[in-house]
């Protein structure tokens, strides 16, 4: 009767199992992000790795799930690698980016494969940073930088998202992914 969802309500042994876990993968993926040199030489455009999780938490989980693995992901990440700029970026693009996927995520297989909802993400991501960025130096002028992160966010998007697609094919073989798909756990 440990994992009755009655008892527990919605936070089950189970649920907090997977969050924890997959809290634990965003903040390596973060950690490996950090370690690979830029791809090109421009502020602000990183592949978004941890977005791999977001992907799963919303496919695997569920929102709550999601969002809390983002939250806890932005302060974890700034407490061991940032600052609170560097939070702020964090979540402003996390929380932009988990809700873009969350609307686009019902037409995945009819209108969007995960690459475009991963690029969709990435967009969000970057229009949240550059939100952020707005707010800390108090001007508007930032959104000028816009057009040439969403280049980046094409490129980037559609590199985490293969990764993810590869990560699901790979997921749905394995029955008890196969049973919590569709945010059943």
């Known amino acids: 009767m440990l994992l009755d969802k009655h008892r527990h309500g919605y936070f089950t042994p189970k649920r907090i199992t997977v969050i924890a876990i997959s809290l634990s993968f965003a903040l390596t993926l973060s950690a490996i992000e950090r370690m690979i040199p830029p791809f090109v030489p421009i502020p602000g455009i990183k592949i978004g790795l941890p977005n791999i999780v977001s992907i799963f938490a919303l496919f695997y989980l569920d929102f ?12 974890l990440s700034t407490a061991l690698f940032g600052s609170l700029t560097s939070f702020l970026f964090s979540l402003f693009g996390g929380v932009l980016s988990l809700l873009i996927m969350t609307i686009m995520r019902k037409k995945v297989g009819s209108w969007f494969s995960y690459i475009g909802l991963s690029i969709a993400g990435a967009a969000f991501h970057n229009i949240g940073q550059i939100i952020a960025a707005s707010i800390i130096l108090k001007t508007f002028n930032i959104f000028a930088y816009l057009p040439l992160l969403f280049v980046g ?27 919590i798909r569709g945010g059943s756990l």
């Open 64 to 75: 709550v799930s999601a969002l809390i693995i983002v939250l806890l992901r932005s302060l």
């Open 153 to 179: 966010s094409i490129i980037m998007g559609l590199i985490t998202g293969l990764i993810y697609t590869f990560v699901d094919n790979r997921l749905i073989k394995i029955p008890y992914f196969r049973g």
